[in-house]
């Protein structure tokens, strides 16, 4: 079993920068990826960033050059840091840990709003 807890939302202004965190516990041994994945009111939910065990990341298209995802391995963190926010990037956003052996498990999700 793994939990995710994520924090960090909140409301931000066009340009402006948000930290999500992501603090895993559980058996995050058995921790293959962490990705951060963003859900908007009627549309699917996608991908945002990941971060593999082996510290290789990848990300959407709409947020390369803004968005950085990091890990803090002491403390069973993944961040994403968001700069030049949008009102686009507005979204409920979700932790997502994906196993070694398979499966996956979800956090309960943050929202984030990027309004004037």
């Known amino acids: 079993q793994v939990q995710l807890a994520e924090s960090g939302g909140g409301l931000v202004q066009p340009g402006g920068s948000l930290r999500l965190s992501c603090a895993a516990s559980?058996?995050?041994?058995?921790?293959?990826?962490v990705g951060w994945y963003r859900q908007a009111p009627g549309k699917q939910r996608e991908l945002v960033a990941g971060?593999?065990?082996?510290?290789?990341?990848n990300y959407a298209d709409s947020v390369k050059g803004r968005f950085t995802i990091s890990r803090d391995n002491a403390n069973n963190t993944v961040y994403l840091q968001m700069n030049s926010l949008k009102p686009e990037d507005t979204a409920v956003y979700y932790c997502?840990?994906?196993?070694?052996?398979?499966?996956?498990?979800w956090g309960q999700g943050t929202q984030v709003t990027v309004s004037s």
């Open positions: 971060i593999t065990i082996g510290g290789n990341t």
């Open positions: 559980g058996s995050i041994f058995s921790i293959y990826e």
């Open positions: 997502n840990a994906r196993l070694v052996l398979g499966g996956f498990y």
